[in-house]
């Protein structure tokens, strides 16, 4: 072989991945073009549902908390929060999702234009369109517009350009505002412990975020440092990142043996689920309310083990009916309920039933019962669309529910979720698929 030659090359002729490959991209660039037609219907339905006022008006929520904001930025239309419900129910989205999903696409039709014409054309994907809007959402609409100039190419900004246009839309735009952001970003801090059930974990382990105070954050590592070097010199030999996790715990424990409130120690409020196999000691399985996820016995007792306090409920039979002679709801009716419904009923809300109004199914003034059995758990805002709107549902059981849009779709929700039921008389006018 001549090592001064270079090796030459043959090109593989093209395979199977090639019509595969292809395959993918005309699906890819279909479905591109279906949510692009999804836009310009929503943008159609938005033109046909505009309110000239705030009240009644759709507006986005943080968290639980409904912001008063309108879904999209100042100089777009407001659109009928009533209205709004059915448009998501019929895109098969949860409340908030599809709220800030239509809010998006408002956004974009009527103070991004430069960026919807972009979309429309294919130039821009829509999901990048949507990220741009929620980027663009607070400005005001001299601000937001300097942004839809400078995005002519929108496909070639990146995101790190994106944020420095905006701040940059900000200061030259709307000054008070970026002073009064510089003044308050201190209230940016936060801890967050989250919830034992993430990525399907059922081993009683937690993910903590935090935000912190520079010192604030240097003195607390400074106290988990020392403590967990603390342990190990007292014999536990687990890796140093656990042994920081368990001195952490141990930080929270020690203060609360403090009475600073005259109720020192930690309070655990359990409710008490027993099987046959809790009996037995076969399989010891709880479940903790907050979640409704699995927990081992020995989770159960160890978390119980550092408590000063423990409070023990019983079961609460589900299928028990307690009315009472008047119009408020007691709290053992709501605990009831909260068991029972675990969510909002409403289609395909997922809002914790401990956080719902309970809604009297039959009126109550209409002889409807204070009784579980006449009691759902509603969200605020969609206790307020059955009661103020056409949207309407009956009870097939306890926890399942039919509801009808005020155009007459429906959607059966129950413990496995919202399903659209389909008729031959739909409203779309198609012919549908029987129900499942």
Request: net charge negative; charged share 25%.
């Amino acid at each position: 072989m001549d090592l001064g030659t270079a090796p030459r090359t043959t090109a593989r002729p093209a395979g199977r991945s090639a019509g595969v490959l292809s395959a993918i991209r005309a699906e890819v660039e279909g479905r591109q073009a279906s949510q692009i037609r999804e836009w310009e219907a929503i943008v159609t339905w938005a033109s046909e549902h505009v309110v000239t006022t705030p009240e009644g008006a759709a507006t986005i929520t943080d968290g639980y908390l409904d912001t008063g904001v309108p879904i999209a930025g100042d100089g777009a239309p407001l659109v009928s929060e009533f209205a709004l419900m059915e448009l998501v129910a019929v895109l098969g989205r949860s409340p908030d999702g599809g709220r800030a999903y239509v809010g998006r696409v408002i956004e974009c039709a009527w103070r991004l234009p430069q960026v919807y014409a972009a979309v429309v054309a294919g130039r821009l994907t829509p999901w990048r369109a949507e990220r741009i809007a929620d980027l663009t959402h607070a400005l005001n609409a001299d601000a937001a517009g300097f942004v839809d100039r400078q995005l002519v190419h929108a496909s070639g900004v990146g995101w790190a350009q994106l944020d420095r246009l905006i701040a940059e839309a900000i200061l030259r735009f709307d000054p008070e505002r970026a002073e009064a952001e510089r003044a308050t970003a201190a209230d940016q801090r936060y801890v967050e412990v989250g919830d034992p059930d993430t990525h399907g974990n059922t081993n009683g382990i937690v993910h903590l975020d935090a935000v912190l105070d520079a010192a604030d954050g240097h003195d607390l590592d400074e106290a988990i440092t020392r403590r967990a070097h603390l342990l190990g010199d007292l014999g536990n030999d687990a890796p140093l990142d656990v042994r920081r996790s368990v001195a952490l715990g141990e930080l929270a424990r020690a203060d609360l043996t403090l009475d600073l409130e005259g109720s020192p120690g930690r309070k655990a409020i359990v409710n008490v689920h027993i099987t046959d196999t809790t009996l037995t000691g076969v399989n010891p399985v709880g479940r903790w309310e907050d979640t409704q996820r699995p927990i081992s016995s020995e989770q159960i007792r160890e978390w119980l083990g550092t408590a000063s306090t423990v409070i023990v409920r019983p079961v609460i039979d589900l299928a028990d009916h307690i009315p009472i002679d008047s119009y408020e709801i007691p709290d053992r009716h709501r605990v009831h309920i909260a068991l029972r419904d675990h969510t909002c009923r409403f289609p395909h809300c997922t809002r914790p039933a401990t956080r719902c109004d309970l809604d009297h199914a039959r009126p109550y003034g209409e002889g409807g019962p204070t009784c579980p059995c006449n009691e759902v758990a509603l969200c605020r805002r969609h206790h307020r669309a059955k009661t103020h709107s056409a949207w309407s549902y009956d009870i097939v059981m306890p926890s399942s529910y039919i509801w009808t849009s005020p155009n007459g779709f429906t959607f059966r929700v129950d413990h496995r979720g919202t399903h659209p039921i389909h008729h031959a008389t739909d409203p779309a006018g198609d012919p549908a698929p029987p129900d499942e």
